[in-house]
């Protein structure tokens, strides 16, 4: 049985090119490392990654992967040994987006070196080293918005005070009222 296209990237042409490590983005993830405990697996993890493409039906930009297991990578963690081998996965449609390419393989390529939560320290390194486009300047980021907003139920939104109605941009809910400017 087939699976069909699902998720907001899955019209994403599948690339008949490997995807591949970003200029210098490794050198500088290593630098911005040096000196964080957290970061374990720094001195072998520009000799242990691999880099491959997603699915297009993943609703993911990027992943990382440990392939020696939980049990064993939390050992080799807490001994502070060599990861073994880490495949860091990356959505196809990140070819569209070399900036934002570039800030989800550093942001996967931190997760790989130890820092393995999403903590302030985690996105403000990878922040410094391969910055997030903003959603004006990325056409991918817009094309994701486009998609979560269409299969959302509520597409207006409309304030309690003056009635006002507009048409829902956001995914968050509004703070104000854009015409009264009464909280929302």
């Given at each position: 049985?087939?699976?069909?296209?699902?998720?907001?990237?899955?019209?994403?042409?599948?690339?008949?090119?490997?995807?591949?490590?970003?200029?210098?983005?490794?050198?500088?993830?290593?630098?911005?490392?040096?000196?964080?405990v957290e970061a374990v697996f720094r001195p072998w993890i520009a000799d242990?990654?691999?880099v491959a493409w997603l699915d297009v039906n993943d609703h993911r930009l990027g992943m990382t992967r440990f392939e020696e297991g939980p049990g064993e990578l939390i050992r080799r963690r807490k001994l502070r040994l060599d990861p073994g081998p880490v495949t860091i996965g990356l959505h196809p449609a990140l070819l569209e987006d070399e900036a934002l390419y570039r800030h989800t393989f550093a942001h996967e390529l931190f997760h790989a070196a130890g820092l393995m939560l999403?903590?302030?320290?985690?996105?403000?390194?990878?922040?410094?080293?391969?910055?997030?486009?903003?959603?004006?300047?990325?056409?991918?980021?817009?094309?994701?918005?486009?998609?979560?907003?269409?299969?959302?139920?509520?597409?207006?939104?409309?304030?309690?005070?003056?009635?006002?109605?507009?048409?829902?941009?956001t995914v968050r809910k509004p703070t104000r009222c854009i015409k009264c400017a009464r909280p929302f």
């Open positions: 049985m087939s699976q069909g296209k699902r998720g907001p990237l899955a019209d994403t042409p599948v690339p008949k090119v490997d995807p591949h490590v970003p200029e210098d983005v490794v050198d500088e993830v290593l630098a911005a490392l040096s000196g964080h242990r990654f691999e999403h903590s302030p320290l985690h996105d403000r390194l990878t922040n410094e080293v391969a910055p997030s486009p903003s959603m004006k300047d990325s056409p991918l980021l817009q094309r994701m918005r486009t998609a979560v907003l269409g299969d959302l139920r509520q597409q207006t939104w409309t304030c309690k005070t003056c009635g006002f109605e507009w048409k829902r941009t």
